[in-house]
């Protein structure tokens, strides 16, 4: 990860950094107790870990307002409902999704029906010695396209497909 960022985090994900890595002393604990750690959460929650910073006001705003400044970049972990609503919002310039080699079930959902619909542009991809793959993408302005199986034009089976989910989805 580096040590070039700061830290964007929601309430849930705050609380569990918050309660762990100011005890720890390794290199991840050491960056993270160094940056600032901006944090989408009300004044309900005690922001108690050091260099902490409540975002204020509209959550886009006041990313928006971040990312306009000459600040680091800003490093999300976890905080999928951040995600969610800076998606919505098309304020995220760069993913980066870890796969693990483990299937445990349901878990949560990276894009939701507010994600505004974006094309990204796959600019690396790292394999740990225990087959955990980084894949990173960076936005990219190019309209959404999605995929084909050919060229030819779609057959009567296929336009009567579309316009039987196309109903099944308005009602």
Known sequence: MGDGYDLLLGRRTYEIFAAYWP?????????????????????ETPLTWARSHRLEGDLAGAVRALKATDGRDLLIQGSSELIHALLAHDLIDQLTLLTFPVVLGRGKRWFDGGSTPRTWTLSGTRQSDSGITA???ARTDLPPRTGTFGEIAPGPAELARRERWARQDRA
Do not use: H, L, W
Request: hydrophobic share 40%; glycine share 8%; proline share 4%.
């Open 135 to 137: 894949s990173t993408y």
């Open 23 to 43: 005890q720890m002393d390794n290199e991840i604990g050491r960056t993270f107790n160094a940056v600032d750690k901006f944090v989408a959460a009300g004044p």
